[in-house]
């Protein structure tokens, strides 16, 4: 048996049976043909225990991968050959005994206060093509910055998701694919209730193009994200504003317990990362310690 016969039918399991995402899906068959190009055949009963181990270590070594893409290409192989086992086509999977590297434990980069303020004041005053596309660009900052929603998740809010009544964002199937809500903030609220009342053109989505009802794409924002770090010489990404809202909210003083929720982490741990991150809370603390 080989893997290119199994495209097809893996393919309907993964995302009729396990509701995995497209994505998901591409990203494991395209490490599938990494390993297989790699040893040079795809058939499953030559792609044993020693065979992968010796790919995930020539990534390593060769390829730079970090431990995180050592990671994903470990999990990726894991699944599918899960599922080999799954059709009695192999009796073990060989992944197995091949451990996953520890993660350094970053800190993550977000932005200071100012230099956050002085990226929105610059999305408003930078001269884009089009009115339209100014409000729309606003907005899309002020949201990552308010609410802590994930790329993928801001292009996926619809129109239907926004309610400004209840103040409330609803994020269908996040990371996990899990469904939450995120409270609108009140500096939030009057940005998107203007630009609600200066769309251009309304539909599902709830960000779209400037002149055009067709949703936006990650290399839109990125675009986006460039302009206005040449502009203001400081350096940013989507994800990047989505550390700051993290960041910030630990300053403010909101439980961990809370910003776990609304940014949608699966473990705690992920989110306690901001504290280590702000300097501002630890002078805080600091300065209430009586050491003497």
Not at 28 to 43: C, K, P, Q, S, V
Not at 116 to 142: K, M
Not at 195 to 206: D, I, L, P, Q
Not at 254 to 270: F, L, P, Q
Request: proline share 4%; charged share 25%; with cysteine.
């Amino acid at each position: 048996m080989y893997v290119s016969e199994l495209t097809y039918p893996y393919k309907r399991y993964a995302l009729h049976e396990r509701g995995m995402r497209p994505k998901s899906f591409k990203s494991i068959m395209a490490t599938l043909r990494m390993l297989t190009d790699w040893a040079g055949t795809d058939e499953i009963s030559r792609l044993d225990h020693n065979m992968i181990k010796d790919f995930l270590y020539w990534g390593k070594e060769e390829k730079l991968w970090e431990a995180s893409t050592f990671r994903n290409h470990r999990q990726y192989l894991q699944s599918f050959f899960a599922w080999c086992i799954k059709q009695q086509l192999i009796k073990s999977n060989p992944i197995d005994g091949i451990e996953k590297p520890k993660l350094p434990k970053r800190v993550p980069r977000g932005l200071s206060k100012q230099d956050t303020q002085t990226v929105l004041n610059s999305a408003r005053w930078y001269p884009w093509h089009y009115n339209s596309e100014a409000l729309r660009n606003e907005t899309i900052l002020y949201t990552f910055t308010y609410t802590g929603l994930r790329l993928e998740e801001l292009l996926g809010l619809e129109d239907t998701d926004i309610n400004l009544k209840s103040r409330e964002i609803l994020v269908r199937q996040g990371k996990g694919q899990k469904d939450r809500v995120v409270p609108i903030h009140p500096k939030l609220a009057p940005i998107l209730e203007g630009y609600n009342e200066g769309r251009k053109y309304k539909s599902r989505h709830y960000f779209t193009g400037a002149n055009s009802q067709l949703r936006l794409y990650p290399k839109d924002l990125q675009v986006v994200c460039r302009k206005l770090s040449a502009e203001t010489g400081i350096k940013f990404t989507p994800h990047t504003l989505r550390h700051t809202f993290g960041r910030l909210c630990i300053e403010a003083g909101w439980s961990i317990y809370k910003i776990k929720e609304v940014m949608g982490h699966a473990d705690i741990s992920t989110t306690q990362r901001y504290l280590h991150a702000s300097t501002e809370n630890i002078k805080t603390t600091f300065d209430e310690i009586d050491l003497l």
